[in-house]
């Protein structure tokens, strides 16, 4: 059976970004981690970060890693 991933979508400077991520092993402290796959609009290329925030922060780790290029 193939593993299905539901697209999110979160607009950054009126360009729309699709991204998916999978639930990670918690970290030594216990905190979530997170990895997401972001696909570039402009050209064939995935990235792939993982971030430690709550399920409900994705979005706006997404938004500031494509708008500023830095992890959350």
């Not at 729309?16 to 609009?41: C, H, L, W």
């Not at 430690?52 to 290029?69: H, L, N, R, T």
Request: charge should be neutral; proline fraction near 4%; aromatic fraction near 14%.
């Amino acid at each position: 059976m193939k593993k299905q991933h539901s697209l999110n979508t979160v607009v950054v400077d009126h360009i729309a970004i699709q991204y998916f991520y999978t639930k990670e092993k918690r970290d030594v402290n216990g905190n979530s981690r997170f990895r997401v796959y972001i696909m570039d609009p402009d050209a064939p290329v995935i990235y792939e970060r993982i971030f430690k925030c709550y399920e409900s922060q994705i979005p706006e780790c997404v938004a500031v890693f494509v708008d500023w290029g830095v992890n959350c």
